[in-house]
């Protein structure tokens, strides 16, 4: 192949030839057109037609995260032979599963100049079983994907999706993303992993290490320790196949929505919501919106301008001329009985009933036959309760005008409610007062919430909405005492240190196994705030961008150097 001469973006460390020279390596494991000698082309489809790897919404300069290529491996040999090649030549990399996660950073690397390793080609769904209500997958596979192989083969079950299906199942599962069935929590869902460590050894976890064993979807202990979550929100390996419960078809469902007319009802909304959750009432998680996400969605409001916003006022003036109420929360009633629904649904509005002004609705699905429910025949929904797919959300990122984009900020609270509705105010105004609009997104589970605070920016207002995001994480760390679930590549190593208990004792320890498994730092460095310390002169590693709460054993200073 012709090599480029054009100048690009290189791994630290490299010239032009030996690049060439590790690619050349790379194309031999898994052919040339599977081999992107730089980052301009190969990655899936992005929203506007994008094919080209990184991050397609920079908050800053958009060179920052820019990839030097990518490789696509289609088998774990595949895998295990770019491994392989980038020890030999101390080669970075960067996984993705489908490189979707677009508001954390999409494709792109912590460090600039990363070879992105792209899984999108291992595409196979391994097994689907009906009966037992599980799946096995492997990373290439979407959401999509899943819902329609189970939709061609008529199985009676409702796989659990985020709001947009394009995403990989293992990627979102790994980064402890979520859905909207009653198995919607993902993580907790997964059952069985096969990955790949950086020496191209192949583990699989749980019961799947007893060689042949049909228990591996079933059990997740195994026995001895368990290790799945060593590879959630991590670098130390290359998960290949996962397996992934679902929710067997209801025969009888429930799509309910509550709304309360007032902004100071949040905190009494989500206790309530909580409490019938961990009761069992509720099967599903609840998700909590303002009325700009849900008019946004509407297109009640047009095109946004860049530089205003719609305040809260204009929200809370316009929720009471519609009559829709300042907050609506979003969940469903799954059902095999239509006497136990109908109970379970007079229980949901006693208890909305003690919150002043809550209007309490509910869209009912029941097979005249009491067969059980298919998904596809049911009215297609913003949410999807019963696991039915769509891009709409999509739409929301060109409300400030085409080719914006948004980054979330996710942090954890409990069900309780009461900090969230102090947190609430005091977030609203950060992100009001920077000339954006609030987007709440709430996803209430039964003791905590993950309260994400969705903010679209449109074209050159990266910048401007980096300074407000770092308001947000500052606030919440000093005046709630939170932190995110997950973070943005811009901001994985500030996250991380706020995990500081015992001087960091956590942190130490996965970084003694990172050092351990990874000694060449070869894979996705900075992947969480994980980084691979180098022990050769000149090349050592070093960590967190912001240092203001690092613990005592992270070096202070990150060189740019890369083997």
């Not at 949040?266 to 998700?287: A, C, F, M, P, Y």
């Not at 770092?470 to 706020?498: C, F, K, P, T, W």
């Amino acid at each position: 192949m012709e090599k480029l001469t054009s100048k690009r973006v290189l791994p630290a460390g490299f010239d032009e030839k030996t690049f060439d020279q590790a690619l050349d390596a790379l194309s031999l494991v898994v052919g040339a057109d599977n081999v992107s000698r730089d980052g301009s082309h190969g990655s899936v489809e992005g929203p506007n037609g994008e094919k080209s790897y990184g991050d397609i919404w920079p908050l800053a300069n958009p060179t920052d995260h820019t990839p030097s290529g990518a490789v696509r491996p289609a088998t774990v040999e595949d895998v295990q032979g770019v491994l392989k090649v980038a020890n030999r030549y101390r080669l970075p990399l960067w996984t993705v599963s489908r490189g979707r996660n677009l508001g954390y950073g999409g494709s792109g690397a912590v460090v600039r100049g990363t070879v992105v390793l792209d899984l999108q080609r291992m595409n196979k769904i391994i097994e689907v079983n009906e009966e037992l209500a599980y799946a096995i997958v492997e990373p290439g596979v979407s959401f999509f994907d899943l819902y329609n192989y189970i939709q061609e083969r008529g199985y009676r079950l409702w796989p659990s999706c985020p709001a947009l299906g394009w995403g990989s199942i293992v990627g979102n599962t790994l980064d402890r993303g979520f859905g909207y069935t009653p198995e919607g929590e993902h993580s907790q869902q997964q059952c069985g992993m096969e990955l790949v460590l950086p020496s191209g050894e192949v583990v699989r976890t749980g019961m799947g290490a007893f060689t042949g064993s049909p228990m591996w979807p079933l059990y997740k202990g195994g026995y001895g320790p368990s290790v799945d979550g060593l590879f959630y929100q991590s670098n130390l390996g290359i998960v290949t196949k996962l397996g992934i419960h679902i929710t067997p078809a209801p025969v009888c469902f429930m799509d309910c929505e509550i709304s309360v007319p007032h902004e100071s009802q949040l905190g009494l909304l989500i206790k309530t919501v909580g409490t019938l959750e961990r009761e069992g009432v509720v099967q599903n998680h609840t998700s909590i919106a303002n009325p700009y996400h849900k008019d946004a969605l509407q297109r009640v409001f047009g095109p946004g301008m860049q530089g205003s916003c719609a305040s809260n006022r204009d929200l809370t003036l316009l929720a009471h001329e519609a009559g829709l109420g300042y907050w609506k929360a979003s969940f469903a009633i799954y059902g095999f009985s239509p006497i136990v629904l109908d109970a379970q649904w007079s229980i949901v509005q006693e208890r909305f009933g003690a919150l002043p002004g809550a209007i309490c609705t509910c869209q009912r699905y029941e097979n005249k036959d009491g067969g059980r429910r298919d998904a596809s025949k049911l009215p297609l929904a913003e949410i999807p309760h019963a696991g039915t797919l769509n891009i709409v959300a999509k739409e929301l990122m060109n409300v400030r005008g085409p080719g914006g984009g948004h980054i979330c900020f996710s942090p954890l609270f409990s069900s309780d409610g009461m900090e969230l509705q102090e947190w609430w105010t005091r977030a609203r105004d950060i992100v009001e007062n920077a000339q954006f609009d609030v987007f709440s997104d709430f996803h209430v589970y039964g003791r905590y919430v993950i309260a994400i605070l969705l903010v679209v920016y449109g074209p050159n207002e990266g910048p401007r909405a980096r300074v407000m995001f770092e308001q947000l994480l500052e606030d919440g760390r000093e005046n709630a005492g939170v932190s995110e679930y997950r973070a943005h590549i811009d901001y994985m190593d500030e996250v991380r240190s706020h995990f500081n208990f015992n001087n960091g004792a956590l942190n130490r320890l996965v970084d003694t196994i990172k050092n351990t498994l990874d000694p060449n730092g070869i894979l996705s460095q900075g992947k969480s705030g994980i980084w691979t310390y180098l022990k050769k002169p000149n090349l050592q590693r070093a960590g967190p961008k912001s240092l203001r709460h690092c613990t005592s054993n992270t070096p202070s200073k990150k060189s740019e150097e890369f083997p």
